[in-house]
């Protein structure tokens, strides 16, 4: 059974920055690629970013280019999400999920087989 808690979310002015971290267990983490995905009230579940399982490669989606970083650690069996340049639209529960490959990177859900709970990221105005 794996097992995926994310951290780091909260309240923020628009401008500001927050950092995301996603701790695994019950698989062996780096074997994985890791992706990043945030769902806004009344929307789609979306995706944001992701890493292949040796941190050498990303993928972000165009909304959050220049703006947020996918990077992760396998000593520690984490992924983080750093967010700068935050705006009122990032606001979302945001969520980490491991994907069914080891250098491919993607953006469709269904790629993704273990979800954390996720994280509420508020970006006030």
């Known amino acids: 059974q794996v097992q995926l808690v994310e951290s780091g979310g909260g309240l923020v002015q628009a401008g500001g920055s927050l950092r995301l971290s996603c701790a695994a267990s019950?698989?062996?983490?780096?074997?994985?690629?890791m992706g990043w995905f945030r769902q806004a009230p009344g929307k789609e579940r979306e995706f944001v970013a992701a890493?292949?399982?040796?941190?050498?490669?990303?993928y972000a989606a165009n909304s959050v280019k220049g703006r947020f970083t996918i990077s992760r650690d396998n000593a520690k069996n984490t992924v983080y999400l750093q967010m700068n340049s935050l705006k009122p639209e990032d606001t979302a529960v945001y969520y980490c999920?491991?994907?069914?490959?080891?250098?491919?990177?993607?953006?469709?859900?269904?790629?993704?087989?273990?979800w954390g709970q996720g994280t509420q990221v508020t970006v006030s105005s």
């Open positions: 999920a491991t994907s069914n490959y080891r250098d491919y990177l993607t953006g469709e859900l269904y790629e993704y087989d273990y």
């Open positions: 019950g698989r062996t983490f780096s074997n994985y690629a």
């Open positions: 890493v292949t399982w040796n941190g050498r490669s990303t």
